[in-house]
């Protein structure tokens, strides 16, 4: 393994690229809809970085409530085995 | 053409020549079934064929019209890319069932009366075991019992539901039922425990894990399908679907998030795409109904096409367990690019598959007011990009280097995995032969600049949500461990209930089980008139010394206790019971 070829993921630095890199994305995502205002079934749709900000409260809520699951939940891998 | 038999006969007949055949004419032969069964299907007009008229009741065996013609049609394409992909497997029982499964599966989907459809629906439970059993574990054997029996129980309502509508209604015919009577509650139930409705939903995430890394494949593709088929035949625009629908797209994904084992993550992500079926099916409009079929033709491809990378990389490492995989994209790059497709198809990115299909059901929902409906769809939209878009190829090919070295998958399963990615792209870029498949007509233009804009922004939002909460440590850790689900109720609650001593005695007979195992064990057994002895009453503190050598074991790397042929062996010294002399259980 120390002989292996480095793959370019195995920087750290370029992890961080990729991170700053959605960031940018997702900032002129939003920005877009100041250009071109959306037209959907429902008001709520068209203000700015709703669809934006609903998938990042989503995702951080689903987790959180994931992990509170979690604590009443999770049993040892062999549960039903023993 | 006059024909009188349904395209799956060919499947099920085929596969019993399966084992005839050797090496690469199996091959040939396997991949020859399904192509001709399609080839027959194509060349039937639509119409009604193979009628019987069978004590006094008129069967139609075969029925081809837009709904049956576009379900057989994608179960056809699913079984050709599931025989492609288990074409290296040497085990036949395998081959065979799936076949048999798959012609079922089509023979129920083409059922006209409610007859053929229960011998076909059956017959999918009976011959799909057989994919879980082939794994050979003792895992897989108590999981394929509890999925026979809870596969049996549906075919059971299925059978109470038509015996009391023939008696009610005198017709056997299978069309538009609506949730009138018991009779149509109890096929309602029958469909909904195939379609793994909320609560009836864990021999899903039990059993499909459990099978062989082929099985799954096939497994993901029939069952539920053919349930969203018979609900969308039977129970159209049926409101009770519309909230059934919106809870199986929500609640699995709280599951998908904390689970270990790769494939079961999938099996959740499956029940919540199946919930967006389900929603379709409820709100029942013309637009709503396409999307109900578009999507299960889409998912039927991309959900083959996650398994298949994920049961690559268990074939390959012997673990599908996201603790233990990661920089896997080193060893498997091809496996990686096919599993990235199937996970942008199923998170609906612009470009591929799930996107043209899933929006559908988002639309006509919205279109119907169904306000807190829609809000649920999106929360899913967002949660199943999160864990089955991210978290499968995230854990299993890139997130921290396991150390695993492996070779790529074998040529026929990147095969298969090319054709569904290439299915999935090509469904994304150019959806219009699609949607001239499906049942209505489509006013429908996906590609708009409001839908992509939207679309990206919800799912690269979600994409930054789980950036953040790993570069936060905040994403909670893959584990080895299970979570408790409704399983628990059927597996765990009887012997809680039922035990005669309640826990304490449960424990003292677990206690006693031990002492006699091990006085079963070689070192024991030399002393087995002493043991018998103390059989009912105190039994031996300390476990006795075992004998034997380790040897190494070549698959899988563990060693394992070979017997010591110079010790006497458990049965040669077991000392005969006497009849009527069992112990007596402690309390």
């Given at each position: 393994m120390e002989n292996e070829k480095k793959y370019w993921l195995d920087e750290p630095r370029n992890v961080d690229r990729i991170f700053w890199s959605l960031v940018g994305l997702c900032v002129l995502l939003a920005a877009f809809d100041l250009v071109y205002p959306q037209h959907g079934h429902f008001f709520w749709e068209n203000w700015v970085g709703f669809y934006g900000v609903y998938g990042f409260l989503s995702c951080i809520g689903l987790v959180l409530l994931a992990k509170l699951l979690r604590m009443v939940l999770k049993r040892d891998e062999n549960y039903y085995e023993r | 053409m006059s024909a009188e038999f349904s395209p799956g006969l060919i499947l099920i007949m085929g596969a019993a020549l399966v084992p005839l055949f050797r090496g690469p004419w199996r091959k040939a032969y396997m991949l020859l079934l399904p192509a001709l069964s399609l080839a027959y299907l194509v060349a039937l007009p639509h119409g009604e064929y193979g009628q019987a008229s069978v004590f006094d009741y008129l069967l139609t065996t075969v029925r081809v019209d837009e709904l049956s013609f576009v379900f057989g049609l994608v179960f056809h394409l699913a079984v050709f890319l599931s025989v492609l992909y288990a074409l290296h497997e040497p085990d036949a029982v395998q081959h065979v069932a799936g076949l048999v499964y798959a012609g079922s599966a089509i023979g129920a989907v083409f059922a006209g009366d409610l007859i053929t459809l229960f011998i076909f629906w059956e017959l999918t439970a009976v011959s799909s075991v057989f994919l879980i059993w082939a794994r050979r574990t003792e895992r897989a054997y108590r999981a394929g019992l509890r999925y026979l029996m809870i596969q049996v129980t549906s075919g059971l309502f299925l059978l109470a539901g038509i015996i009391l509508r023939v008696r009610e209604a005198g017709d056997v015919a299978?069309?538009?039922?609506?949730?009138?009577?018991l009779a149509t509650s109890l096929i309602f139930v029958a469909f909904g425990i195939k379609c793994a409705f909320?609560?009836?939903?864990n021999w899903l995430q039990d059993a499909y894990p459990e099978a062989t890394v082929t099985g799954t494949v096939f497994l993901s593709a029939f069952t539920t399908k053919l349930a969203v088929y018979a609900l969308a035949r039977g129970f159209p625009g049926t409101e009770m679907l519309v909230w059934i629908g919106a809870t199986m797209t929500a609640f699995p994904i709280f599951y998908a998030v904390i689970e270990n084992d790769l494939r079961r993550v999938l099996a959740y992500s499956l029940n919540n795409q199946l919930g967006f079926m389900v929603v379709g099916i409820g709100v029942g409009t013309e637009m709503a109904l396409n999307g109900t079929v578009a999507h299960a033709f889409t998912h039927i491809i991309y959900k083959a096409l996650l398994f298949m990378s994920m049961g690559a990389v268990l074939y390959r490492t012997g673990t599908i367990n996201g603790s233990e995989l990661g920089g896997l994209y080193k060893s498997m790059p091809y496996t990686t690019v096919f599993c990235i497709v199937g996970a942008a198809s199923i998170s609906a990115f612009p470009l591929f598959s799930g996107f043209i299909s899933k929006s559908l059901i988002m639309t006509a929902a919205a279109d119907e007011s169904y306000v807190l409906t829609w809000w649920v769809l999106l929360f899913a939209s967002a949660g199943v990009f999160h864990y089955s878009g991210i978290k499968i190829p995230f854990f299993a090919f890139f997130a921290h280097d396991s150390g695993i070295r492996c070779k790529e998958a074998p040529a026929n399963m990147l095969l298969a995995m090319g054709a569904a990615a290439f299915l999935c792209v090509a469904l994304g870029i150019y959806p219009e032969p699609l949607y001239r498949l499906l049942p209505f007509s489509v006013d429908y233009a996906p590609y708009t600049r409001t839908h992509v804009v939207t679309q990206l922004q919800l799912l690269l939002f979600s994409a930054l949500a789980f950036a953040v909460l790993k570069r936060t440590g905040i994403y909670p850790p893959e584990l080895r461990a299970m979570n408790l689900d409704s399983d628990w109720f059927y597996r765990r609650l009887p012997i809680i209930v039922w035990s005669p001593c309640g826990r304490r005695g449960r424990s003292r007979t677990a206690a006693t089980r031990r002492r006699l195992w091990s006085w079963q064990r070689p070192a024991a057994a030399s002393r087995p008139t002493r043991t018998v002895t103390r059989m009912g009453a105190r039994a031996s503190t300390s476990p006795a010394p075992t004998r034997g050598r380790r040897t190494p074991s070549s698959i899988s790397g563990r060693s394992v206790r070979a017997p010591d042929p110079a010790a006497p062996t458990a049965s040669s010294t077991r000392p005969p019971t006497p009849r009527g002399t069992r112990p007596r259980r402690p309390c």
């Open positions: - | 299978f069309d538009f039922l609506g949730l009138n009577d909320p609560l009836l939903h």
